[in-house]
């Protein structure tokens, strides 16, 4: 038995209940005060409610105190409320709906492609990523160290701007790529002379391309008349995220350009070019996940008149 120190305050306390009550006293739990009783269900409910409404004054949201003073209840009463009707004021997520009455003709003829595409041919997602900035930054930065996060300077110069014109593999993932100064149809009928000589002439080209003008241009029209086994496949407007190139855009930024350190364009450029040639040293397949139905079911949320997908 602990006689001294902490251990004798510990013990003592059971010690006396044994004395007093025998084994019996040491086989129930002793008498606690009462907890805080939980909020009645009336408050709880008025949470929620303010919650799901329109803040006062000129806030745009709510936030966790202002719940709490409104509602005369603590701050983690509210947090503990929010939680438990998967409630969050402090976030947002953004959107933009399509309006393009063909969205699920155009919708089931990409996933089409990307699900089944048709024997003999290339299935290409063809896209331009524009104003790509050479960034220099003002000072060096620093390293990452155990304990400290690396270092880059907010302000940055500016060195001059390049466009990668990009066509995505979807069967085998290997990327076509070619910078240019401007996004222009004279530099996007280039860049499928490039890509016509480089996918084997026994192959068909399915290309999803968006309804940007360059790739409507009269000319690039001309261009495809010339060249038979093409066929482009165009998104619905406000729908680019359909086109699969748009995730290699998204790695390329978050990889090799957010934080990169560029002197001149000729610097961004070659980067660029490493990038594109690292990525298809070990290509990656694009596997469309998606349900359309969801999609179309998302949609529909503002636009009931689309058709469902069979």
Known sequence: MATGGRGRFMTLPWQA????????????????????????????????DLALGPPPGEATHWTGRMLAKAAGVSLRSVQR?????????????????????????????????YVDPPAHAVVLSVDEKSQIQALDRTQPGLLMKPG?????????????????????NVLDG????????????????????TIE???????AIHAIVDNYATHEHPKVRKWLTRHSRWTLHF??????WLNAVEGFFAKLTRRRLKRGVFTSVADLQA?????????????????????PKRVLAAVKRGKPTLESVH
């Open 17 to 48: 209940r044994f004395m007093a009550e025998g084994v019996a006293g040491l086989m129930r739990d002793k008498t606690r005060k009462p907890g805080k009783k939980p909020l009645p269900a009336a408050t709880v409910q008025w949470v929620v």
């Open 81 to 113: 409320i929010l939680d438990a009707h998967q409630l969050a004021p402090h976030r947002i997520r953004t959107f933009k709906l399509s309006n393009d009455p063909a969205f699920a003709e155009k919708l089931k003829d990409i996933v089409g492609l």
């Open 148 to 168: 400290r996060a690396g270092t880059m300077t907010h302000d940055y110069k500016r060195n001059g701007t390049t466009t990668l014109f990009a066509a995505l």
């Open 174 to 193: 290997t990327v076509i790529g070619r910078n240019m100064q401007r996004h222009r149809h004279q530099e996007f009928i280039p860049f499928l002379n």
């Open 197 to 203: 000589a480089q996918v084997p002439g026994r192959k």
């Open 235 to 240: 998104t619905p407007t406000s729908a680019s």
């Open 271 to 291: 980067a660029i070019s490493r990038f594109l040639a690292e990525t298809n040293s070990d290509p990656k397949p694009f596997i469309w996940t998606a349900d």
